[in-house]
């Protein structure tokens, strides 16, 4: 069983449209996260919810949206999609007291 | 301001080989400590982490790293290096009381000679 999954896997679209990356964890933990990684590798923090509250915003563009309809899932919608969101993005999840976070496979999203 | 720094961006070793990747960090107290790989087109995997206790600790794979308070260094080793290894590998630092962010160094490409 995959301990957190993201799909889809990989997203192609065009700039101004609006899509969603979702996210589920199966490991119980209480924190999600949202990580994108730049084309140079670069992984930076952009969201994190705690028993579906936000926590973390890393002074992110309001076109992007993450909601957690409950602490298993949290989905990352992004609105009128530019050139530079380009990337990918990992989704993560961590256990109460815990220090370390598991990551999914990731989102390749390309904007053309 | 809190940052962690690979200074290697790209190693090349020889199979069988010893490797050493390092790390060095700025943080304002001891944070927890982590390394995790990402092979191509691959999410993130723990190798290791350190919160507290011994300095020197074991992974998953045969790595091992070290954390030297001193020089605010956790370098990443491995006695011999397999074909297998060759992957991109990311330092990290992060507290459990800041919800848990995570702050990567550049990360480190590993290539691995036959």
């Known amino acids: 069983d995959t301990a957190v999954s993201q799909t889809p896997k990989y997203l192609v679209t065009q700039m101004g449209n609006d899509k969603s990356i979702k996210c589920e964890q199966n490991l119980g933990h209480d924190t999600m996260y949202w990580y994108k990684q730049d084309s140079k590798k670069f992984l930076k923090i952009m969201f994190s919810?705690?028993?579906?509250?936000?926590?973390i915003n890393e002074t992110v563009p309001n076109r992007f949206s993450p909601k957690s309809p409950d602490k298993a899932h949290l989905n990352l919608h992004i609105n009128s999609l530019e050139l530079g969101d380009s990337a990918v993005y990992f989704c993560?999840?961590?256990?109460?007291?815990?220090?370390?976070?598991?990551f999914g496979p990731g989102t390749r999203l390309t904007v053309t | 301001a809190q940052s962690v720094t690979q200074p290697d961006i790209h190693i090349t070793v020889s199979e069988g080989a010893s490797l050493e990747l390092r790390c060095n960090y700025s943080?304002?107290?001891?944070?927890?400590l982590f390394w995790y790989v990402q092979s191509p087109g691959q999410g993130l995997q723990l190798l290791l982490k350190?919160?507290?206790?011994?300095?020197l600790v074991q992974g998953i794979k045969g790595f091992e790293a070290e954390f030297k308070r001193s020089q605010s260094s956790f370098n990443l080793r491995k006695p011999s290096v397999h074909w297998s290894d060759a992957a991109e590998y990311f330092c990290?630092?992060?507290?459990?009381?800041?919800?848990?962010?995570?702050?990567f160094g550049q990360g480190t490409e590993l290539s691995v000679k036959p």
């Open positions: 350190y919160f507290s206790g011994d300095t």
């Open positions: 990290a630092v992060g507290k459990g009381n800041q919800g848990g962010k995570l702050i």
């Open positions: 993560a999840s961590m256990g109460a007291g815990r220090g370390e976070q598991y």
């Open positions: 943080y304002g107290a001891t944070p927890y």
């Open positions: 919810y705690n028993n579906k509250e936000l926590i």
